[in-house]
């Protein structure tokens, strides 16, 4: 019961304002974590700097711009007080009207591989977890088919440089890819970030883009849960359903220790687990 609670989202009794919460283990002294939104600035019920839309930052194509545009970002997270960064937005813009275009860096798999990769590296220089979202090709289809040769030359090298930029945490898409859910696409999650690339991360879902408390088993470790939205899933799966799953033999605990295990490896890397985490800043700058 108390793995279970670990692996998906809960209620902040702060009420600070951000995305996401994961309660931690007080009886093991396992503290929690916040999750706020970037990508353009921190997302919560304080006043924070106010950042241009990084679809701004790419025009400039400049790599030392996106690495500050992270410094201040990571800078504010902490003083507010958050954990971790739901940024940089790194998909490729591809459909114009898409509503998240603007917290995007472009339609150019370089300039999103170079400018996210640094601002990863400015959000951590603050010892705050970057979170880089959204894999994979989250560009305004609920569902897409992506040939071998495009993903990886097109979709897949801006999270690849965000990888071996140190990004803390992935967050799963909404959208399908090649027939599975994002979230629950082993191939994806398991066989080229971890296998590929050697991720050593933990993998988030976007809120309520489980479908299946199989995910955990493909490659998914923390499950934010999110209401019924066009056709999204519920949630949370990672509760009753993946306990219900564990008992019946479907999903080894092992599966659920392997998820605890990469998040808690991510906190003792930020010094959240030894008590001495990087100092928090007495004030920002708006």
Same mark, same amino acid.
């Given at each position: 019961?108390?793995?279970i609670?670990?692996?998906?989202g809960?209620?902040?009794p702060?009420?600070?304002?951000?995305?996401?919460?994961?309660?931690?283990?007080?009886?093991? /002294?396992?503290?929690?974590?916040?999750?706020?939104? /970037?990508?353009?600035?921190?997302n919560?019920?304080?006043?924070?700097?106010?950042?241009?839309?990084?679809?701004?930052?790419? @025009?400039?194509?400049?790599?030392?711009?996106?690495?500050?545009?992270?410094?201040?970002?990571?800078?504010?997270?902490?003083?507010?007080?958050? *954990?971790?960064?739901?940024?940089?937005?790194?998909? #490729?813009?591809?459909?114009?009207?898409?509503?998240?275009?603007?917290?995007?860096?472009?339609?150019?798999?370089?300039?999103?591989?170079?400018?996210?990769?640094?601002?990863?590296?400015?959000?951590?220089s603050?010892?705050?977890?970057?979170?880089?979202?959204?894999?994979?090709?989250?560009?305004?289809?609920?569902?897409?088919?992506?040939d071998?040769?495009?993903?990886?030359?097109?979709?897949?090298?801006?999270?690849?440089?965000?990888?071996?930029?140190?990004? @803390?945490?992935?967050?799963?898409?909404?959208?399908?890819?090649?027939?599975?859910?994002?979230?629950?696409?082993? *191939?994806?999650?398991? /066989?080229?970030?971890?296998?590929?690339? /050697?991720?050593?991360?933990?993998?988030?879902?976007?809120?309520?883009?489980?479908?299946?408390?199989?995910? #955990?088993?493909?490659? @998914?470790?923390?499950?934010?849960?999110?209401?019924?939205?066009?056709?999204?899933?519920?949630?949370?799966?990672?509760? *009753?359903?993946?306990?219900?799953?564990?008992?019946?033999?479907?999903?080894?605990?092992?599966?659920?220790?392997?998820?605890?295990?990469?998040?808690?490896?991510?906190?003792?890397?930020?010094?959240?687990?030894?008590?001495?985490?990087?100092?928090?800043?007495?004030?920002?700058?708006?």
């Amino acid at each position: 019961e108390e793995k279970i609670s670990l692996v998906h989202g809960a209620r902040d009794p702060k009420e600070l304002g951000q995305a996401g919460y994961w309660p931690g283990l007080p009886r093991l /002294g396992i503290p929690p974590l916040r999750l706020a939104d /970037g990508p353009a600035g921190i997302n919560v019920n304080r006043d924070a700097t106010g950042m241009p839309a990084p679809v701004g930052l790419a @025009a400039t194509f400049n790599v030392e711009a996106a690495r500050l545009f992270g410094v201040v970002m990571g800078r504010n997270a902490k003083a507010l007080p958050q *954990d971790s960064l739901l940024a940089p937005h790194i998909n #490729i813009v591809r459909d114009p009207l898409f509503r998240r275009n603007h917290t995007a860096f472009s339609e150019d798999p370089l300039l999103n591989a170079q400018l996210g990769a640094a601002e990863v590296v400015g959000i951590e220089s603050q010892g705050i977890m970057a979170q880089v979202k959204h894999l994979a090709g989250y560009n305004g289809s609920d569902s897409v088919i992506i040939d071998e040769r495009t993903l990886h030359e097109i979709y897949l090298p801006p999270f690849e440089a965000a990888v071996k930029a140190g990004a @803390a945490s992935v967050m799963c898409a909404y959208n399908r890819i090649n027939g599975p859910w994002a979230c629950e696409n082993s *191939d994806l999650q398991n /066989g080229v970030l971890r296998g590929r690339w /050697g991720f050593t991360g933990f993998v988030t879902s976007d809120w309520g883009a489980v479908h299946s408390p199989l995910a #955990i088993a493909n490659g @998914a470790d923390l499950e934010m849960p999110g209401r019924e939205i066009a056709g999204r899933a519920g949630g949370p799966y990672f509760a *009753d359903a993946l306990k219900a799953a564990v008992e019946s033999g479907a999903i080894p605990v092992s599966a659920i220790d392997q998820a605890l295990t990469r998040i808690l490896r991510q906190m003792d890397r930020f010094h959240l687990l030894d008590g001495k985490p990087a100092a928090r800043p007495a004030s920002i700058d708006k």
